[in-house]
């Protein structure tokens, strides 16, 4: 597959990376000779320099053997005008454009009249991510498909409950009034594929799948009994931490920090009920004032990854109980998760975002990247004919599914089932696999296209 990304920035540049990981044929075309120069020194792609919505450069980046274009400048209207013109300059193209302003995302009309194919919005999908890890507490991050009626939730086995030591038969036997299933479990940052005999540690990160309606249920059994999120702080109130706000002010006791004056004076405009206090979230005496002690969960969500981290511990050692903080750098993810309970990726979250769509026109239905892009879920289809399909008819233990690959459900029409082995598969299914090692996912296409000996 031919890709051509616009824009060689953070996410541009990051994108380009995954994809040739990949194996696909990836041109990346940036008006910034220095920002190519420095791709192309690191991964084997072509780069072209100039202007992104200029059809000469379109022309000399090979747009018409490309199969998608992801449009991902830093400015919304050159990724409109570049989708357009691709969708002139070949008509069988894919267009995947980042929008962030308001008036242009999610708008039919620009849709259309752009050949715009799928577009996204990194605040709005970061946003919720972090409204997910807030609205199921004791949960490090919620996925959903089927129309939000099946959940992949990610939760730490905690010290609150019995289950820790206990094996994974042990802990069925314990909550068998509800049916879900485990198909992965982080230790020590490594993937253990889980078995009936797996035990289970405090601070093992346990991913399971279950009917959304359930896991507020379940989640007690491996995180102990957690508060509603009633009394939330945000620290920023920019994109995120307004759209973070704007979800929960009405039903929670919602307080923003921000130190710039006139964007207090805009979200004291845009939100109805949350609190706006001027002021600096690594201000001791601030937090203290505020009674931070008696909030049920601090977001750290400036675009300053020191800041978040700095304020997060802050409110920490001045015992709130729970943090969610935005950190950029890998590095100090890696090292400060564990410390600060919840961390969120945004440019790990955008790609994964960016990736399902780009997949989307493969194979695969909805993909969530999970693990900072170690992981994936992924939901295939069964389209085949009974008689064609190699999955028809066969139950779960007897497909030969790729090493490092775990069904753990099926959506059939309205219902949701969640896979044991004996469960069997029927044309039409859509099946949700959990992925610990992305080179299954080759294996897993063409695994698909297998038919029926």
């Given at each position: 597959?031919?890709?051509l990304v616009l824009g060689a920035g953070k996410v541009?540049?990051?994108?380009?990376?995954?994809?040739?990981?990949?194996?696909?044929?990836?041109?990346?075309?940036?008006?910034?000779?220095?920002?190519?120069?420095?791709?192309?020194?690191?991964?084997?792609?072509?780069?072209?320099?100039?202007?992104?919505?200029?059809?000469?450069?379109?022309?000399?980046?090979?747009?018409?053997?490309?199969?998608?274009?992801?449009?991902?400048?830093?400015?919304?209207?050159?990724?409109?005008?570049?989708?357009?013109?691709?969708?002139?300059?070949?008509?069988?193209?894919?267009?995947?454009?980042?929008?962030?302003?308001?008036?242009?995302?999610?708008?039919?009309?620009?849709?259309?009249?752009?050949?715009?194919?799928?577009?996204?919005?990194?605040?709005?999908?970061?946003?919720?991510?972090?409204?997910?890890?807030?609205?199921?507490?004791?949960?490090?991050?919620?996925?959903?498909?089927?129309n939000r009626r099946l959940a992949l939730a990610a939760?730490?086995?905690?010290?609150?409950?019995?289950?820790?030591?206990?094996?994974?038969?042990?802990?069925?036997?314990?909550?068998?009034?509800?049916?879900?299933?485990?198909?992965?479990?982080?230790?020590?940052?490594?993937?253990?594929?889980?078995?009936?005999?797996?035990?289970?540690?405090?601070?093992?990160?346990?991913?399971?799948?279950?009917?959304?309606?359930?896991?507020?249920?379940?989640?007690?059994?491996?995180?102990?009994?957690?508060?509603?999120?009633?009394?939330?702080?945000?620290?920023?109130?920019?994109?995120?931490?307004?759209?973070?706000?704007?979800?929960?002010?009405?039903?929670?006791?919602?307080?923003?920090?921000?130190?710039?004056?006139?964007?207090?004076?805009?979200?004291?405009?845009?939100?109805?009920?949350?609190?706006?206090?001027?002021?600096?979230?690594?201000?001791?005496?601030?937090?203290?004032?505020?009674?931070?002690?008696?909030?049920?969960?601090?977001?750290?969500?400036?675009?300053?990854?020191?800041?978040?981290?700095?304020?997060?511990?802050?409110?920490?050692?001045?015992?709130?109980?729970?943090?969610?903080?935005?950190?950029?750098?890998?590095?100090?993810?890696?090292?400060?998760?564990?410390?600060?309970?919840?961390?969120?990726?945004?440019?790990?979250?955008?790609?994964?975002?960016?990736?399902?769509?780009?997949?989307?026109?493969?194979?695969?239905?909805?993909?969530?990247?999970?693990?900072?892009?170690?992981?994936?879920?992924?939901?295939?289809?069964?389209?085949?004919?009974?008689?064609?399909?190699?999955?028809?008819?066969?139950?779960?233990?007897?497909?030969?599914?790729?090493?490092?690959?775990?069904?753990?459900?099926?959506?059939?029409?309205?219902?949701?089932?969640?896979?044991h082995d004996t469960t069997v598969i029927e044309n039409?299914?859509?099946?949700?696999?959990?992925?610990?090692?992305?080179?299954?996912?080759?294996?897993?296409?063409?695994?698909?296209?297998?038919?029926?000996?």
């Amino acid at each position: 597959m031919n890709i051509l990304v616009l824009g060689a920035g953070k996410v541009g540049s990051e994108i380009a990376r995954v994809l040739v990981a990949n194996s696909c044929g990836v041109t990346v075309v940036d008006i910034d000779a220095g920002r190519l120069l420095e791709i192309q020194s690191a991964h084997d792609l072509r780069t072209v320099q100039g202007n992104a919505a200029d059809p000469e450069i379109l022309q000399q980046a090979g747009i018409a053997d490309v199969s998608i274009v992801v449009a991902v400048t830093a400015i919304d209207e050159v990724n409109l005008v570049a989708c357009k013109m691709c969708s002139l300059l070949n008509n069988k193209i894919k267009t995947i454009a980042r929008i962030r302003s308001p008036q242009y995302n999610n708008t039919p009309i620009v849709q259309e009249g752009f050949d715009i194919t799928h577009s996204f919005c990194p605040e709005q999908i970061v946003a919720e991510n972090v409204n997910s890890a807030i609205a199921y507490p004791g949960c490090l991050s919620v996925h959903h498909f089927a129309n939000r009626r099946l959940a992949l939730a990610a939760i730490r086995v905690s010290s609150k409950t019995d289950i820790a030591g206990s094996t994974i038969k042990e802990l069925r036997q314990q909550v068998a009034e509800i049916d879900y299933r485990i198909v992965s479990v982080y230790r020590d940052n490594k993937s253990i594929t889980p078995t009936g005999d797996t035990r289970l540690f405090v601070g093992d990160d346990v991913y399971l799948l279950v009917v959304a309606d359930k896991l507020k249920e379940l989640t007690p059994f491996l995180a102990g009994i957690q508060n509603e999120n009633k009394s939330i702080i945000i620290a920023g109130g920019g994109n995120i931490g307004k759209r973070v706000a704007a979800r929960f002010e009405k039903n929670s006791n919602v307080k923003i920090i921000e130190i710039n004056r006139d964007r207090c004076r805009i979200l004291s405009q845009e939100l109805s009920n949350a609190l706006i206090l001027k002021g600096s979230a690594t201000d001791e005496g601030l937090l203290k004032q505020e009674n931070i002690r008696e909030s049920d969960i601090f977001c750290a969500l400036t675009s300053d990854d020191e800041e978040n981290i700095l304020s997060a511990m802050l409110a920490k050692r001045l015992g709130v109980t729970k943090t969610a903080v935005l950190i950029n750098r890998p590095a100090y993810a890696d090292i400060l998760g564990r410390q600060l309970d919840i961390v969120f990726s945004p440019s790990q979250i955008t790609i994964g975002s960016v990736l399902t769509h780009i997949r989307g026109f493969g194979e695969f239905n909805t993909m969530y990247s999970l693990q900072h892009g170690t992981a994936e879920a992924i939901e295939i289809n069964i389209n085949d004919s009974a008689e064609n399909s190699y999955f028809t008819g066969r139950e779960i233990q007897e497909i030969e599914w790729p090493e490092d690959t775990l069904p753990g459900a099926i959506i059939r029409d309205s219902q949701i089932l969640i896979a044991h082995d004996t469960t069997v598969i029927e044309n039409k299914d859509h099946i949700i696999c959990f992925i610990s090692n992305k080179k299954a996912i080759v294996q897993l296409e063409k695994l698909i296209s297998r038919k029926k000996e």
